[in-house]
């Protein structure tokens, strides 16, 4: 009986060998390959470009059966799915490794080597040659390449794309070697993920390799820390839910974690990224208007298109506006056109996908939408977030590229200038150029695109250098709001809550018809989706027709070129008066 057994293993080692080994495409094909693909260059892909609410996890280093199994266990247990990248050499050490994974329902990539002084054909070959082999021996096709080790080698990323395939790296690598000694999750995870590094990105991959430890169970902690620490904290969980309540409000705004095929396989969710600017409509590219406002022009344009602030005015955040100006300026705050309960919710700043995430769900949830301002010198690192926004039917405004206020106090209470008005045109050109390169294609469900020209200025403060050079660039309004909710800076609740209701309701508990609620949506403000969610509940459970029901609108749809600032306020729409 031994010596059957042993007769089989070796005709199984020679049936792998020879299609692990087998000649493979001649020269010459490869050389057609490599015209035909006209030198195009696979870069490994850090994020997959997509608005699907999922993160990616991968894994490399198959050696080891213990910390593969308890990686493959807990990912069975907690529904996760990922892609483990398979080598040369592993195929011929690790097939009982590999047959697990395939058993388990897992996804297999190809893991290429560097070899010194290959060229073109020899990464070709041996992309074709574990293709062949996971296909044969494991029923599996796969297109998705992992360069396993070593800087990225442009001949390896021609010979990815000439084989039609694609090439991935990683947002997140767990990997370090100054872990490998480790002996709790606990010890890495703070030296992994920085301070404000609070959960993952939308469509981020993530690498693991799962015999790198010297302590095997490592491994699978790290997976369960990861998740737990930095994809769970992504689902969003009601006030007061009850049990039943807070697990179908997770469900439903949780993050999965899935494989580099399931990413690219929801084709409905990708898109191109950065959006190529020549093929939008020309009413959304960015744009100088000439000639420079200036003089009574300027005056005209300034008291049309900019909604003030209460707390804004003479001796606050307002710098080179004549004595009269500054006395005609708008400090209402409010959409003075809305003629019903209207009111609107606009978000400042940028976040985590935690922070963002629990926004929209509640959006989502009362089914309202919202303005979101957005700082934009870090979009680029996850425009997948942005994308999701403005997919759910929000729309978004600038809020400049480095925030940097037009204006500041200086110690001896006088206003000053932050930056020259070269540096101050640049920040606001480059804000609407890189939001026009995430967004600029994306329509709203009415039509419209979800990419306003609306700007937020940082901390509300205003010049007439910094609006000039706004409204050079082809921004329509610049838009502060009727109270800010300073949710940063929330103590409690139902501090906040509070809060959110005076702004949005008279004292006699009427709407505040057409105002504009400021919000953040950074992590210092993580009470503020919980606290509008309490605020939005309450609304919903108004009757039709009272007087402190309030609706939420969008601002690109009233603040349209022919709006005026300086216009009266509307009467309200007869049984929406408080009687």
Request: with cysteine.
């Amino acid at each position: 009986m031994m010596r059957i057994e042993k007769f089989i293993c070796v005709l199984l080692g020679l049936f792998c060998a020879f299609f692990l080994f087998m000649p493979q495409a001649e020269a010459a094909d490869y050389a057609a390959l490599r015209t035909a693909n006209g030198g195009r260059i696979a870069h490994a892909q850090r994020f997959i470009t997509s608005v699907k609410p999922a993160v990616i996890f991968t894994f490399g280093g198959l050696s080891k059966q213990e910390p593969l199994d308890d990686i493959l266990h807990e990912m069975a247990v907690q529904g996760m799915r990922g892609t483990f990248f398979v080598t040369e050499r592993e195929l011929q050490r690790s097939d009982a490794n590999i047959a697990r994974i395939v058993a388990a329902g897992q996804d297999l990539g190809i893991g290429l080597r560097p070899v010194e002084d290959a060229d073109f054909a020899d990464y070709c070959a041996q992309i074709e040659r574990i293709q062949t082999a996971l296909r044969t021996r494991y029923g599996t096709e796969t297109s998705v390449v992992r360069q396993m080790s070593g800087a990225e080698e442009d001949v390896i990323g021609e010979a990815v794309s000439a084989m039609d395939c694609v090439l991935v790296g990683q947002s997140v690598n767990i990997v370090q070697s100054k872990h490998r000694d480790a002996q709790t999750a606990e010890e890495v995870m703070p030296q992994l993920f920085g301070r404000w590094t609070t959960s993952l990105n939308r469509g981020a991959i993530v690498y693991l390799r799962t015999d790198f430890y010297m302590r095997p169970a490592l491994a699978v902690e790290m997976l369960r820390a990861v998740v737990a620490e930095k994809v769970d904290n992504i689902a969003y969980t009601g006030f007061g839910s009850a049990d039943i309540q807070a697990v179908r409000e997770r469900e439903a705004s949780r993050y999965a974690v899935i494989s580099v095929a399931d990413g690219l396989r929801d084709t409905a969710a990708h898109y191109t990224y950065p959006v190529d600017l020549s093929t939008l409509p020309a009413e959304m590219r960015p744009c100088v208007r000439s000639p420079l406002l200036k003089g009574r022009s300027f005056s005209k344009e300034f008291f049309k298109r900019y909604i003030g602030a209460p707390e804004v005015g003479e001796n606050d955040r307002m710098l080179g506006f004549s004595r009269s100006e500054i006395a005609r300026a708008d400090r209402t705050g409010i959409v003075k056109s809305v003629a019903d309960n209207t009111i609107f919710l606009t978000f400042d700043d940028w976040g985590s996908d935690d922070t963002i995430n629990h926004l929209l769900y509640v959006l989502r949830k009362h089914t309202v939408h919202g303005t979101f301002f957005v700082i934009t010198w870090n979009i680029h690192n996850n425009p997948n977030l942005l994308r999701a926004i403005a997919a759910e039917g929000n729309e978004i405004g600038s809020h400049t590229d480095g925030h940097k206020p037009m204006t500041v106090q200086d110690k001896k209470g006088r206003q000053v200038a932050v930056q020259s008005p070269t540096e101050y045109n640049e920040d606001v050109r480059s804000s609407y150029e890189k939001l026009a390169a995430t967004v600029g294609d994306m329509r709203l469900p009415s039509g419209r695109a979800a990419l306003t020209r609306l700007l937020r200025p940082p901390t509300l403060a205003v010049s007439r250098m910094g609006v000039a050079a706004i409204l050079n660039n082809g921004f329509t309004y610049v838009v502060n709001g009727s109270g800010s909710t300073e949710d940063y800076d929330a103590v409690t609740m139902e501090s906040l809550v509070g809060i959110m209701h005076h702004l949005t309701h008279e004292k006699d508990g009427s709407v505040k018809r057409g105002a504009i609620l400021v919000m953040h949506m950074s992590s210092t403000a993580a009470r503020t989706a919980e606290a509008l969610d309490i605020l939005l509940t309450a609304n919903d459970a108004l009757p039709e027709g009272h007087p402190g029901k309030f609706k939420v609108g969008l601002l690109g749809d009233y603040l349209t070129g022919d709006y005026d600032q300086t216009m009266k306020q509307v009467q309200p729409v007869k049984g929406y008066a408080l009687h």
